[in-house]
């Protein structure tokens, strides 16, 4: 976001820049650009977004030497105590990954589904919840909102699965945010058609949030009215193939989910080739078959983190808006302290926001985007973290 700081390509190989940041070097992938070595880049998720003149670069790392630098010396006093699995799952951050730390934006366009899951309040029986969709022109502004005066890098689009958008309505949105804006570009809507993610990812979408939920075959079927984990894999790998950097990962705290199938979801998660482990509590809603299930305990959440960071070193941890409702006041704090070093910003409009009731009480949904961004730097600079490109993770499994 407006919180990043640029890099200087030092090596080209292909389609894999290495770029460094004060004293760190990173790898990221570069799809859009002619790149020269010494050039200046930002790059949000391993991947570059926006070539930046040299004057205006070495201004801004100018700016951000000092404090880099103080900054790490937080996380480096941060992490000497490795006393339980939290603090341990939080030095092996810092010694593969340092105290970087990647910020996304999501907008939310759609609470339209078509779908009926049993976890989520946008099910389609939910006839209590008011649904709302987004025209184009008001996502392709505020993307460039988002992107051109709040400095997001990359941002997320994400909806229930909702067929008013056409793959010719879908398209125009993608070409023109990625004509308007120098962002990466995820797209969380669901599944669709592998030809329509392919002409996505011709139009310039670089990244896929498509959660498996449950690695467990039968609890995704009951959870999801019949349908088939096997087809969510396949399409995962789908669109793996394609190009895409995949986010995905799990639900914690579901009925009859055992602890060894979170291991194994952690397991699951790497062999799909996650750039980003994104998962998260189980957060009942009234208005769905699951209201009576209870919460799943913060230290489960806390505990699935540090183990996700001790057995994948280099994997990239998402702190979800879930685990920040578990607990409004600490979530983020406490997950960025267990292993995660990612969060999302919530730009989607307030009125709308409200809407979005995946489950209730969603943290910070009074909170403008503005005033969310200061409470994030804010968050990240007590905890020494830098707002420097996580890099590519190179090391992922096939
Ligand atoms: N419709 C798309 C994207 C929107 S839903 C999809 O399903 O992929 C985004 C995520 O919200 C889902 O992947 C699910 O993991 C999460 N979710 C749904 N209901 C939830 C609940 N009650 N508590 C926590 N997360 C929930
Ligand atoms: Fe729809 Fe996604 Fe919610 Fe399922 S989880 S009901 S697909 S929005």
Redo the contacts with the bound molecule.
């Keep these: 976001m407006c919180y990043a700081i640029p890099g200087k390509v030092v090596e080209i190989s292909n389609k894999i820049v290495t770029i460094e940041y004060f004293n760190e070097k990173k790898k990221a992938r570069n799809d859009f650009f002619e790149l020269l070595p010494n050039d200046y880049v930002f790059a949000q998720g391993g991947f570059v977004i926006q070539k930046v003149p040299e004057k205006e670069a070495i201004s801004i790392i100018q700016t951000w030497k000092d404090l880099f630098f103080r900054l790490q010396e937080k996380d480096q006093i941060l992490t000497l105590k490795k006393d339980n699995i939290y603090e341990l799952a939080n030095s092996i951050r810092k010694e593969h990954l340092g105290n970087s730390c990647c910020v996304h934006g999501i907008i939310e366009f759609s609470n339209y ?1 078509i ?1 009926n ?1 049993l ?4 099910r389609k029986d939910n006839n209590k919840i008011k649904r709302y969709r987004m025209s184009l022109e008001q996502i392709i502004k505020l993307s460039e909102y988002a992107s051109n005066v709040l400095g997001f890098k990359a941002i997320v689009l ?4 909702d067929l008013w958008y056409t793959d010719e309505k879908l398209l125009k949105l993608v070409e023109e945010i990625h004509k308007k804006c120098s962002i990466f570009l995820i797209l ?3 599944e669709r058609d592998i030809n329509l993610f392919k002409k996505l990812y011709k139009a310039g979408a670089r990244g896929i949030l ?2 498996f ?1 449950t690695g467990n075959e039968n609890l995704y079927s009951n959870l999801k009215e019949g349908q088939e984990l096997k087809k969510r894999i396949n399409l995962l790998r789908e669109l793996r193939e394609i190009g895409y950097l995949i986010f995905t990962g799990f ?1 914690i705290g579901l009925p009859n989910q055992t602890f060894e199938d979170i291991i194994s979801d952690i397991h699951l998660t790497n062999k799909l080739g996650a750039e980003m482990f994104s998962f ?6 009234p208005e769905t078959p699951l209201k009576y299930i209870p919460r799943p305990s913060l230290k489960l959440i806390l505990t699935v983190i540090a183990k996700a960071r001790i057995l994948y070193p280099e994997s990239k941890i998402l702190v979800t808006t ?1 685990l920040e409702t578990l607990d409004k006041k600490n979530g983020a704090y406490l997950g960025l302290k267990s292993g995660a070093n990612s969060l999302m910003i919530n730009i989607t409009p307030q009125k709308y926001r409200k809407m979005y009731e ?2 209730p009480q969603r943290a910070d949904v009074e909170l403008s985007a503005k005033n969310k961004i200061n409470k994030v730097i804010n968050l990240l600079q007590s905890l020494g973290r830098a707002p420097i490109d996580l890099g590519l993770n190179l090391k992922q499994k096939a």
């Design positions: 589904c779908r899951c976890y989520c309040g946008l994400q909806s229930g699965e969380s809507i669901g498509l959660r939920e639900l998260g509590p189980f957060i009942p809603h879930a995946i489950y």
